[in-house]
């Protein structure tokens, strides 16, 4: 898979603000390096065939629904907000938030809003307004263009905002009082830049390339020997990607067992490995896996 030439240039969107360093991290680990200088919003890539951006997430959701990026990483929760005609090549679950209703404990009553005129203020217009009518509140939206949290009580009875642990509602004494949807990075595609052949080779590439950083991160690599009676009872419960790898010990009756397994379940195997007769159990972290 070849990656595309000039004229077939691939317009990259980065986040510029909370997302970059996560994004740039994840783009090294693929072997792909960020550079942006201090004064530029137009940083540079190690990869061929690729010319980047640097703009906020709200941004890159618009240049993408309009062409005039076709690659670019921004939040679910604003393409829902701008209705974007986009292609979701990845959630890679980075800069995962809530986008939440919130509002001073003092007005609720017993822990929801009160039934009477309430003003939400927001930067999410298109989102809010539809959950004032779903859940058919009389209220009033006022948009926000940042620090929304700030609002209430004197501005607003209720903000709609995204979060990712709340520390910033409480320290405001905002309650959430419902939650409108769940939002992380995603790897995000203008649809007319997948018509073209090559063009649409380079970003599979590039998915690829990303992919296998986010599916390093979920797995680690487990090596172990086994005796060669217990070798299947093992391989039988071992999660690996595919099959194990398994080589025979040199001038011993045992085996030596490779797999990629998956990380949440690490402490619990290494347990059951060890009661199913494995030893010298090595535990590496690969950079990529492509299946």
């Known amino acids: 898979m070849s990656l595309a030439r000039d004229r077939h240039l691939i317009r990259l969107a980065l986040p510029k603000g909370h997302m970059q360093d996560e994004v740039t991290t994840l783009l090294a680990d693929a072997g792909v390096h960020v550079r942006v200088d201090s004064r530029s919003y137009r940083p540079t890539l190690s990869l061929p065939g690729f010319e980047a951006k640097l703009l906020r997430p709200q941004n890159i959701v618009e240049m993408l629904h309009l062409g005039s990026r ?17 292609v ?30 309430l003003v939400v203020a927001s930067e999410y ?4 307004e ?13 948009l926000s263009y940042g620090a929304t949290e700030v609002f209430p009580p004197e501005d607003a009875d209720c903000i709609v905002d995204n979060t ?12 959430i009082v419902d939650t409108l949807m769940l939002s992380s990075t995603r790897l995000l595609a203008n649809p007319r830049a997948l018509d073209d052949v090559a063009r649409r080779e380079t970003i599979e590439a590039f998915v ?5 950083v986010l599916d390093a991160r979920q797995r680690t690599m487990l090596e ?29 009756d045992s085996y030596a067992v490779k797999a990629a397994v998956p990380r949440a379940e690490l402490p619990a195997l290494i347990h059951k490995i060890k009661a199913h007769g494995g030893a010298d159990l090595v535990v590496t972290e690969p950079d ?4």
Not at 70 to 85: N, P, S
Not at 130 to 142: E, H, M, N, S
Not at 166 to 175: F, H, P, S, Y
Not at 208 to 212: A, H, P
Request: net charge negative.
């Open 224 to 252: 172990f020997n086994i005796p060669a009676d217990r070798l299947q009872e093992v391989v039988d419960f071992l999660p690996c990607m595919r099959r194990p790898t398994v080589a025979r010990l040199f001038g011993e």
């Open 88 to 117: 979701e090549l990845l959630n890679t679950g980075l800069d995962p938030v809530k986008l939440v209703a919130a509002a001073n404990a003092d007005i609720l009553v017993d822990g929801k809003l009160p039934a009477q005129p």
């Open 70 to 86: 076709d690659l670019g990483f921004a939040g679910a929760d604003w393409v829902a907000e701008l209705g974007a005609d986009l």
């Open 208 to 212: 690829m390339l990303v992919r296998s």
């Open 125 to 128: 217009k298109r989102l809010t």
């Open 288 to 291: 990529q896996l492509v299946p």
């Open 130 to 142: 539809k959950w004032i009518a779903d859940r058919q509140l009389d209220a009033t939206f006022v």
């Open 164 to 175: 990712a642990t709340g520390a910033t509602l409480q320290v405001n004494r905002l309650e």
